[in-house]
T-cell receptor
Framework: DAGVIQSPRHEVTEMGQEVTLRCKLI?????LFWYRQTMMRGLELLIY????????DSGMPEDRFSAKMPNASFSTLKIQPSEPRDSAVYFC????????????FGSGTQLSVL | GESVGLHLPTLSVQEGDNSIINCAYS??????FIWYKQESGKGPQFIID?????DKRQGQRVTVLLNKTVKHLSLQIAATQPGDSAVYFC?????????????FGEGTQLTVNP
């Protein structure tokens, strides 16, 4: 199993540009979580999905952030327009829904907004 | 050596010593706890978990202790090795709803000196 796959690994962009982060779940998993990690705030849950349906998006900072699951194995997190304060490492994680199963994390996307 | 996660985010030990990493949680309704290890440039990796109906669980070289009375969790690593150097996070499961979310602590940086 390849694990959770995120792309790109690194993204450098200018303020105001659109950024799209991508995530492929582990086969058979049906819950998907997006986290953001910064030195100041640690790991913050942005949003999570069960069976492609968003369950809790209360952690999404503002309307500039949006996340989708176009199919059961893939998700995108979009920031438009991006701002310097969005600079962080963004992780997605997947697991089997329902039981309190462990999350499997991807390697993250390091985002730098200049 | 010992650490208190919220007040001492770093812990330095000698190779071969035992390490104890502590974590305080706030929600008395949390019923599932996980320890994750995050190495530089990687996503968090599952180490061990424990449910609230237990007070101790052992894995390979690791032991998690749960004290619900004082809402305290600890991770003990036996015979610490250089490869154990990483940031360690405790996470708590809050809520019983389906697809319940994990909330992460701030993390403790463990450094193992050869």
């Amino acid at each position: 199993d390849a694990g959770v796959i995120q792309s790109p690994r690194h993204e450098v962009t200018e303020m105001g540009q659109e950024v799209t982060l991508r995530c492929k779940l582990i086969s058979g998993h049906n819950s998907l979580f997006w986290y953001r990690q910064t030195m100041m705030r640690g790991l913050e849950l942005l949003i999570y999905f069960n069976n492609n349906v968003p369950i809790d998006d209360s952690g999404m900072p503002e309307d500039r952030f949006s996340a989708k699951m176009p199919n059961a194995s893939f998700s995108t997190l979009k920031i438009q327009p991006s701002e310097p304060r969005d600079s962080a490492v963004y992780f997605c994680a997947s697991r089997i829904q329902g039981a309190r199963e462990k999350l499997f994390f991807g390697s993250g996307t390091q985002l730098s907004v200049l | 050596g010992e650490s208190v996660g919220l007040h001492l985010p770093t812990l330095s030990v000698q190779e071969g010593d035992n390490s104890i990493i502590n974590c305080a949680y706030s929600n008395s309704a949390s019923d599932y706890f996980i320890w994750y290890k995050q190495e530089s440039g990687k996503g968090p990796q599952f180490i061990i978990d424990i449910r609230s109906n237990m007070d101790k669980r052992q894995g390979q070289r690791v032991t998690v202790l749960l004290n619900k009375t004082v809402k305290h969790l600890s991770l003990q690593i036996a015979a610490t090795q250089p490869g154990d150097s990483a940031v360690y996070f405790c996470a708590e499961n809050r809520g019983e709803t389906s697809g319940s979310r994990l909330t992460f602590g701030e993390g403790t940086q463990l450094t193992v000196n050869p």
